[in-house]
Every structure is written in C-alpha cells, then in structure tokens.
C-alpha cells in the first residue's frame, strides 16, 4: 500500500492547538463527508462520523478515536516593546523550542520565533542550567502597538515546520496526532463490509487530558473501542533493547498497556489474530509513562468498551521533526480496516 503524502502533508501542517481545533475539524469534515452514512459534531467540537454496519441486527458500535489536536501555546501576555508571553497546551521538553518558528493566530496569522537570552551574555551559572518554558518569549518583529493590532490574550498559538520525505519515513511537526487522523481518513474511503456501527470520531483536547474522548465515549456508549494515536519509537543511538518501546520500520503496535490504560486481553488477542491472518507485520507496545483517548473510549461509556489500540510508532515525539516510517501507517490502515470488518467473528466472552 502506498501512502498518500499529499493529503498526510495537508492533514499535519494545518493548524489546531487544543480548544481550538476549528481548521483541522473543517477539514476532516470535508475529507470524510463522502464516506459516511452520518457526520455529527458535538458540543465539545468532536467529530463523529458513523458508517454503518451490514451484519449488526443488535446495532452494536465500535469507537474508533484519532485526535485532532496538535501541542502548542496560548498568549497570556503583551510586554510594552511588542514580545508575546505564552502558557504551554500539552507537554513540552523546553530545550525543543530553543530557535523555533511559531504562528499566532490571531485576527490574522502571523509568523514569530521563540527567542531567549543569547548565550554570549549568559552567565556561566546560565549556561550550565536547563532552561525552563518561562525563559522563552515570542518575538514578532513588531511594536507593542502593531501586534495588539492582531493578536489578543487567549490566541491560539502553533508550531511552524512543514512536511517532509526523509527516506522511507515522513517528518513533520504534529504526526502526533495526524498521522493518526491520516489513518483513520483512509480507512474510512477503504472499509468495504463493517461488520458493527463504526463511530469514527475524531476528538479534541487529547493533548491536554483526553478531553474530547471522555464526552464522546459518554454519548456514544460504545460496545469495542480502537483508540488511533504515535507511540514513542527509541530505536535511536544509545537506548538500550528494553528501552526502544518500538522500532521504525517493524510495523504497526498493538498496545498492550500504557500509564493510562490496560488494554482489554480480549482486544490484544484479536488484533494480533487478525495481523497474522492478514499478514500485517506488527509489534507489541508497552508504554509506561503517558495515556491517549484509549483510556478515555475503554471506560466512559456507560457500560464500559472492550478497547485497544493502534499505535504508530515516532521518534523525537512532541518536537517538531517526528518522524514514522511510511510501512508502518500503512500497516496501521490496513489493521483497522480488517479489525472493523472481522470484529464479528471473534469469540469475545471472558
């Protein structure tokens, strides 16, 4: 299978720090619109979009979730020569924003870039600390009285970086989450035979405490749940083998846990049945720090989901250069797809 870079370049560079996902929701409405029987959005501004099923007479439902938020910042302040203060949305090592472009998106969009104090006239105390989010300040090449023309407290800010071919990988700012959005786009244009209800729901405000997830699972109530997000590839120089999580290039992971959640066994067991009968090459994924929407599908229905997830495999997450190796999104499309088309035929009683 081959990957369509056009449209992955189109879903990550496009704008949509939590809270205000506006541009990416309008776009994956537009892109999934014609191959869908439904198309909702709720009051939280998740994207709901429902295909479904053709052997489903107890109208069961799987959720699948791919969330459309990407990290980024928020402006809490104005100082008087016109440099823009922020407050981070979502987790950030702050060595990775030392000579970064970002655009404020204010009455217009504009560009800036992270400045902090040179090293030439930095103490030696200076240099030997970590720097901190608070020692960076966005400069837009503006006066006080410019930039208030366009930007106010409470815009929205992201990070600037455009996608690129490296190899047989692509790189980009926000492959976490987009890659994952990509995904599920394609699978919904490839799905031929959904065996239950599909609630393809593309979710907000994951990066700052799966926000969109929890209000979608709730009002879904969902029987299956397939949550779609990266997980960390530390295939890199000098990660021990218990390190890596995952490896680049070994195709799509099967989460078996991560902090947040204990992936169903039954799910687990059905994903890895369903790649060896496929022939989709795939990994196991154990991630002891951090969580995605798979906490939020697997339990804030009302009854509860038998849930997993899909996870693609990036280096250098929540930076601007993630990289994942193109085989394995296409192995990630082609298990969902044979997931929600296969999910009748497992034997999913304890």
């Known amino acids: 299978m081959t990957i369509d870079i056009s449209l992955l370049k189109q879903v990550c560079e496009i704008a949509g720090a939590p809270g205000f996902e506006k541009r990416i929701r309008d776009l994956v409405i537009d892109l999934v619109r014609p191959h869908v029987d439904e198309i909702r959005t709720d009051n939280l501004g998740n994207v709901i979009a429902i295909k479904k099923g053709k052997r489903n007479p107890d109208g069961k439902r799987v959720m699948v979730a791919a969330h459309m938020d990407e990290i980024g910042f928020i402006v809490t302040h104005i100082d008087d020569q016109g440099f823009v203060r922020f407050h981070t949305l979502g987790g950030f090592d702050p060595k990775t924003l030392?000579?970064?472009?970002?655009?404020?998106?204010?009455?217009?969009?504009?560009?800036?870039?992270?400045?902090?104090?040179?090293?030439?006239?930095?103490?030696?105390?200076?240099?030997?600390?970590?720097?901190?989010?608070?020692?960076?300040?966005?400069?837009?090449?503006?006066?006080k009285e410019e930039v208030e023309k366009y930007v106010s407290v409470g815009d929205p800010i992201t990070r600037e970086r455009h996608l690129v071919e490296m190899g047989s990988c692509v790189n980009c700012k926000s492959i976490d989450n987009r890659v994952a959005v990509y995904i599920l786009i394609e699978a919904l244009k490839k799905i031929q035979n959904p065996a239950y209800d599909v609630y393809a729901t593309f979710t907000v405000q994951e990066e700052v405490g799966i926000r969109g997830?929890?209000?979608?699972?709730?009002?879904?109530?969902?029987?299956f749940g397939i949550a779609l997000d990266t997980t960390i590839a530390f295939d890199v120089p000098g990660a021990q083998p218990h390190e890596k999580v995952t490896e680049l290039g070994k195709g799509t992971a099967i989460k078996i846990m991560d902090a947040m959640t204990i992936c169903d066994y039954r799910m687990v067991e059905f994903m890895k049945q369903t790649a060896k009968k496929e022939n989709i090459t795939w990994q196991p994924e154990i991630l002891t720090a951090g969580g995605t929407d798979t906490a939020g599908v697997q339990r804030m229905g009302k009854q509860g989901a038998i849930a997993g997830a899909i996870s693609?495999?990036?280096?250098?997450?929540?930076?601007?250069?993630?990289?994942?190796?193109?085989?394995?999104?296409?192995?990630?499309?082609?298990?969902?797809?044979?997931?929600?088309?296969?999910?009748?035929?497992?034997?999913?009683?304890?």
């Open 98 to 143: 030392t000579a970064q472009r970002v655009i404020v998106h204010g009455k217009k969009d504009l560009i800036g870039v992270m400045g902090t104090k040179p090293i030439h006239v930095m103490s030696p105390e200076e240099r030997n600390k970590l720097p901190k989010t608070t020692d960076f300040f966005i400069d837009l090449g503006m006066s």
């Open 312 to 350: 693609i495999p990036t280096r250098h997450l929540h930076q601007v250069i993630e990289m994942a190796h193109k085989k394995d999104i296409a192995d990630s499309i082609q298990l969902l797809v044979a997931c929600l088309e296969q999910i009748d035929g497992y034997n999913w009683s304890h």
């Open 213 to 223: 997830a929890n209000v979608a699972a709730h009002g879904i109530n969902p029987d």
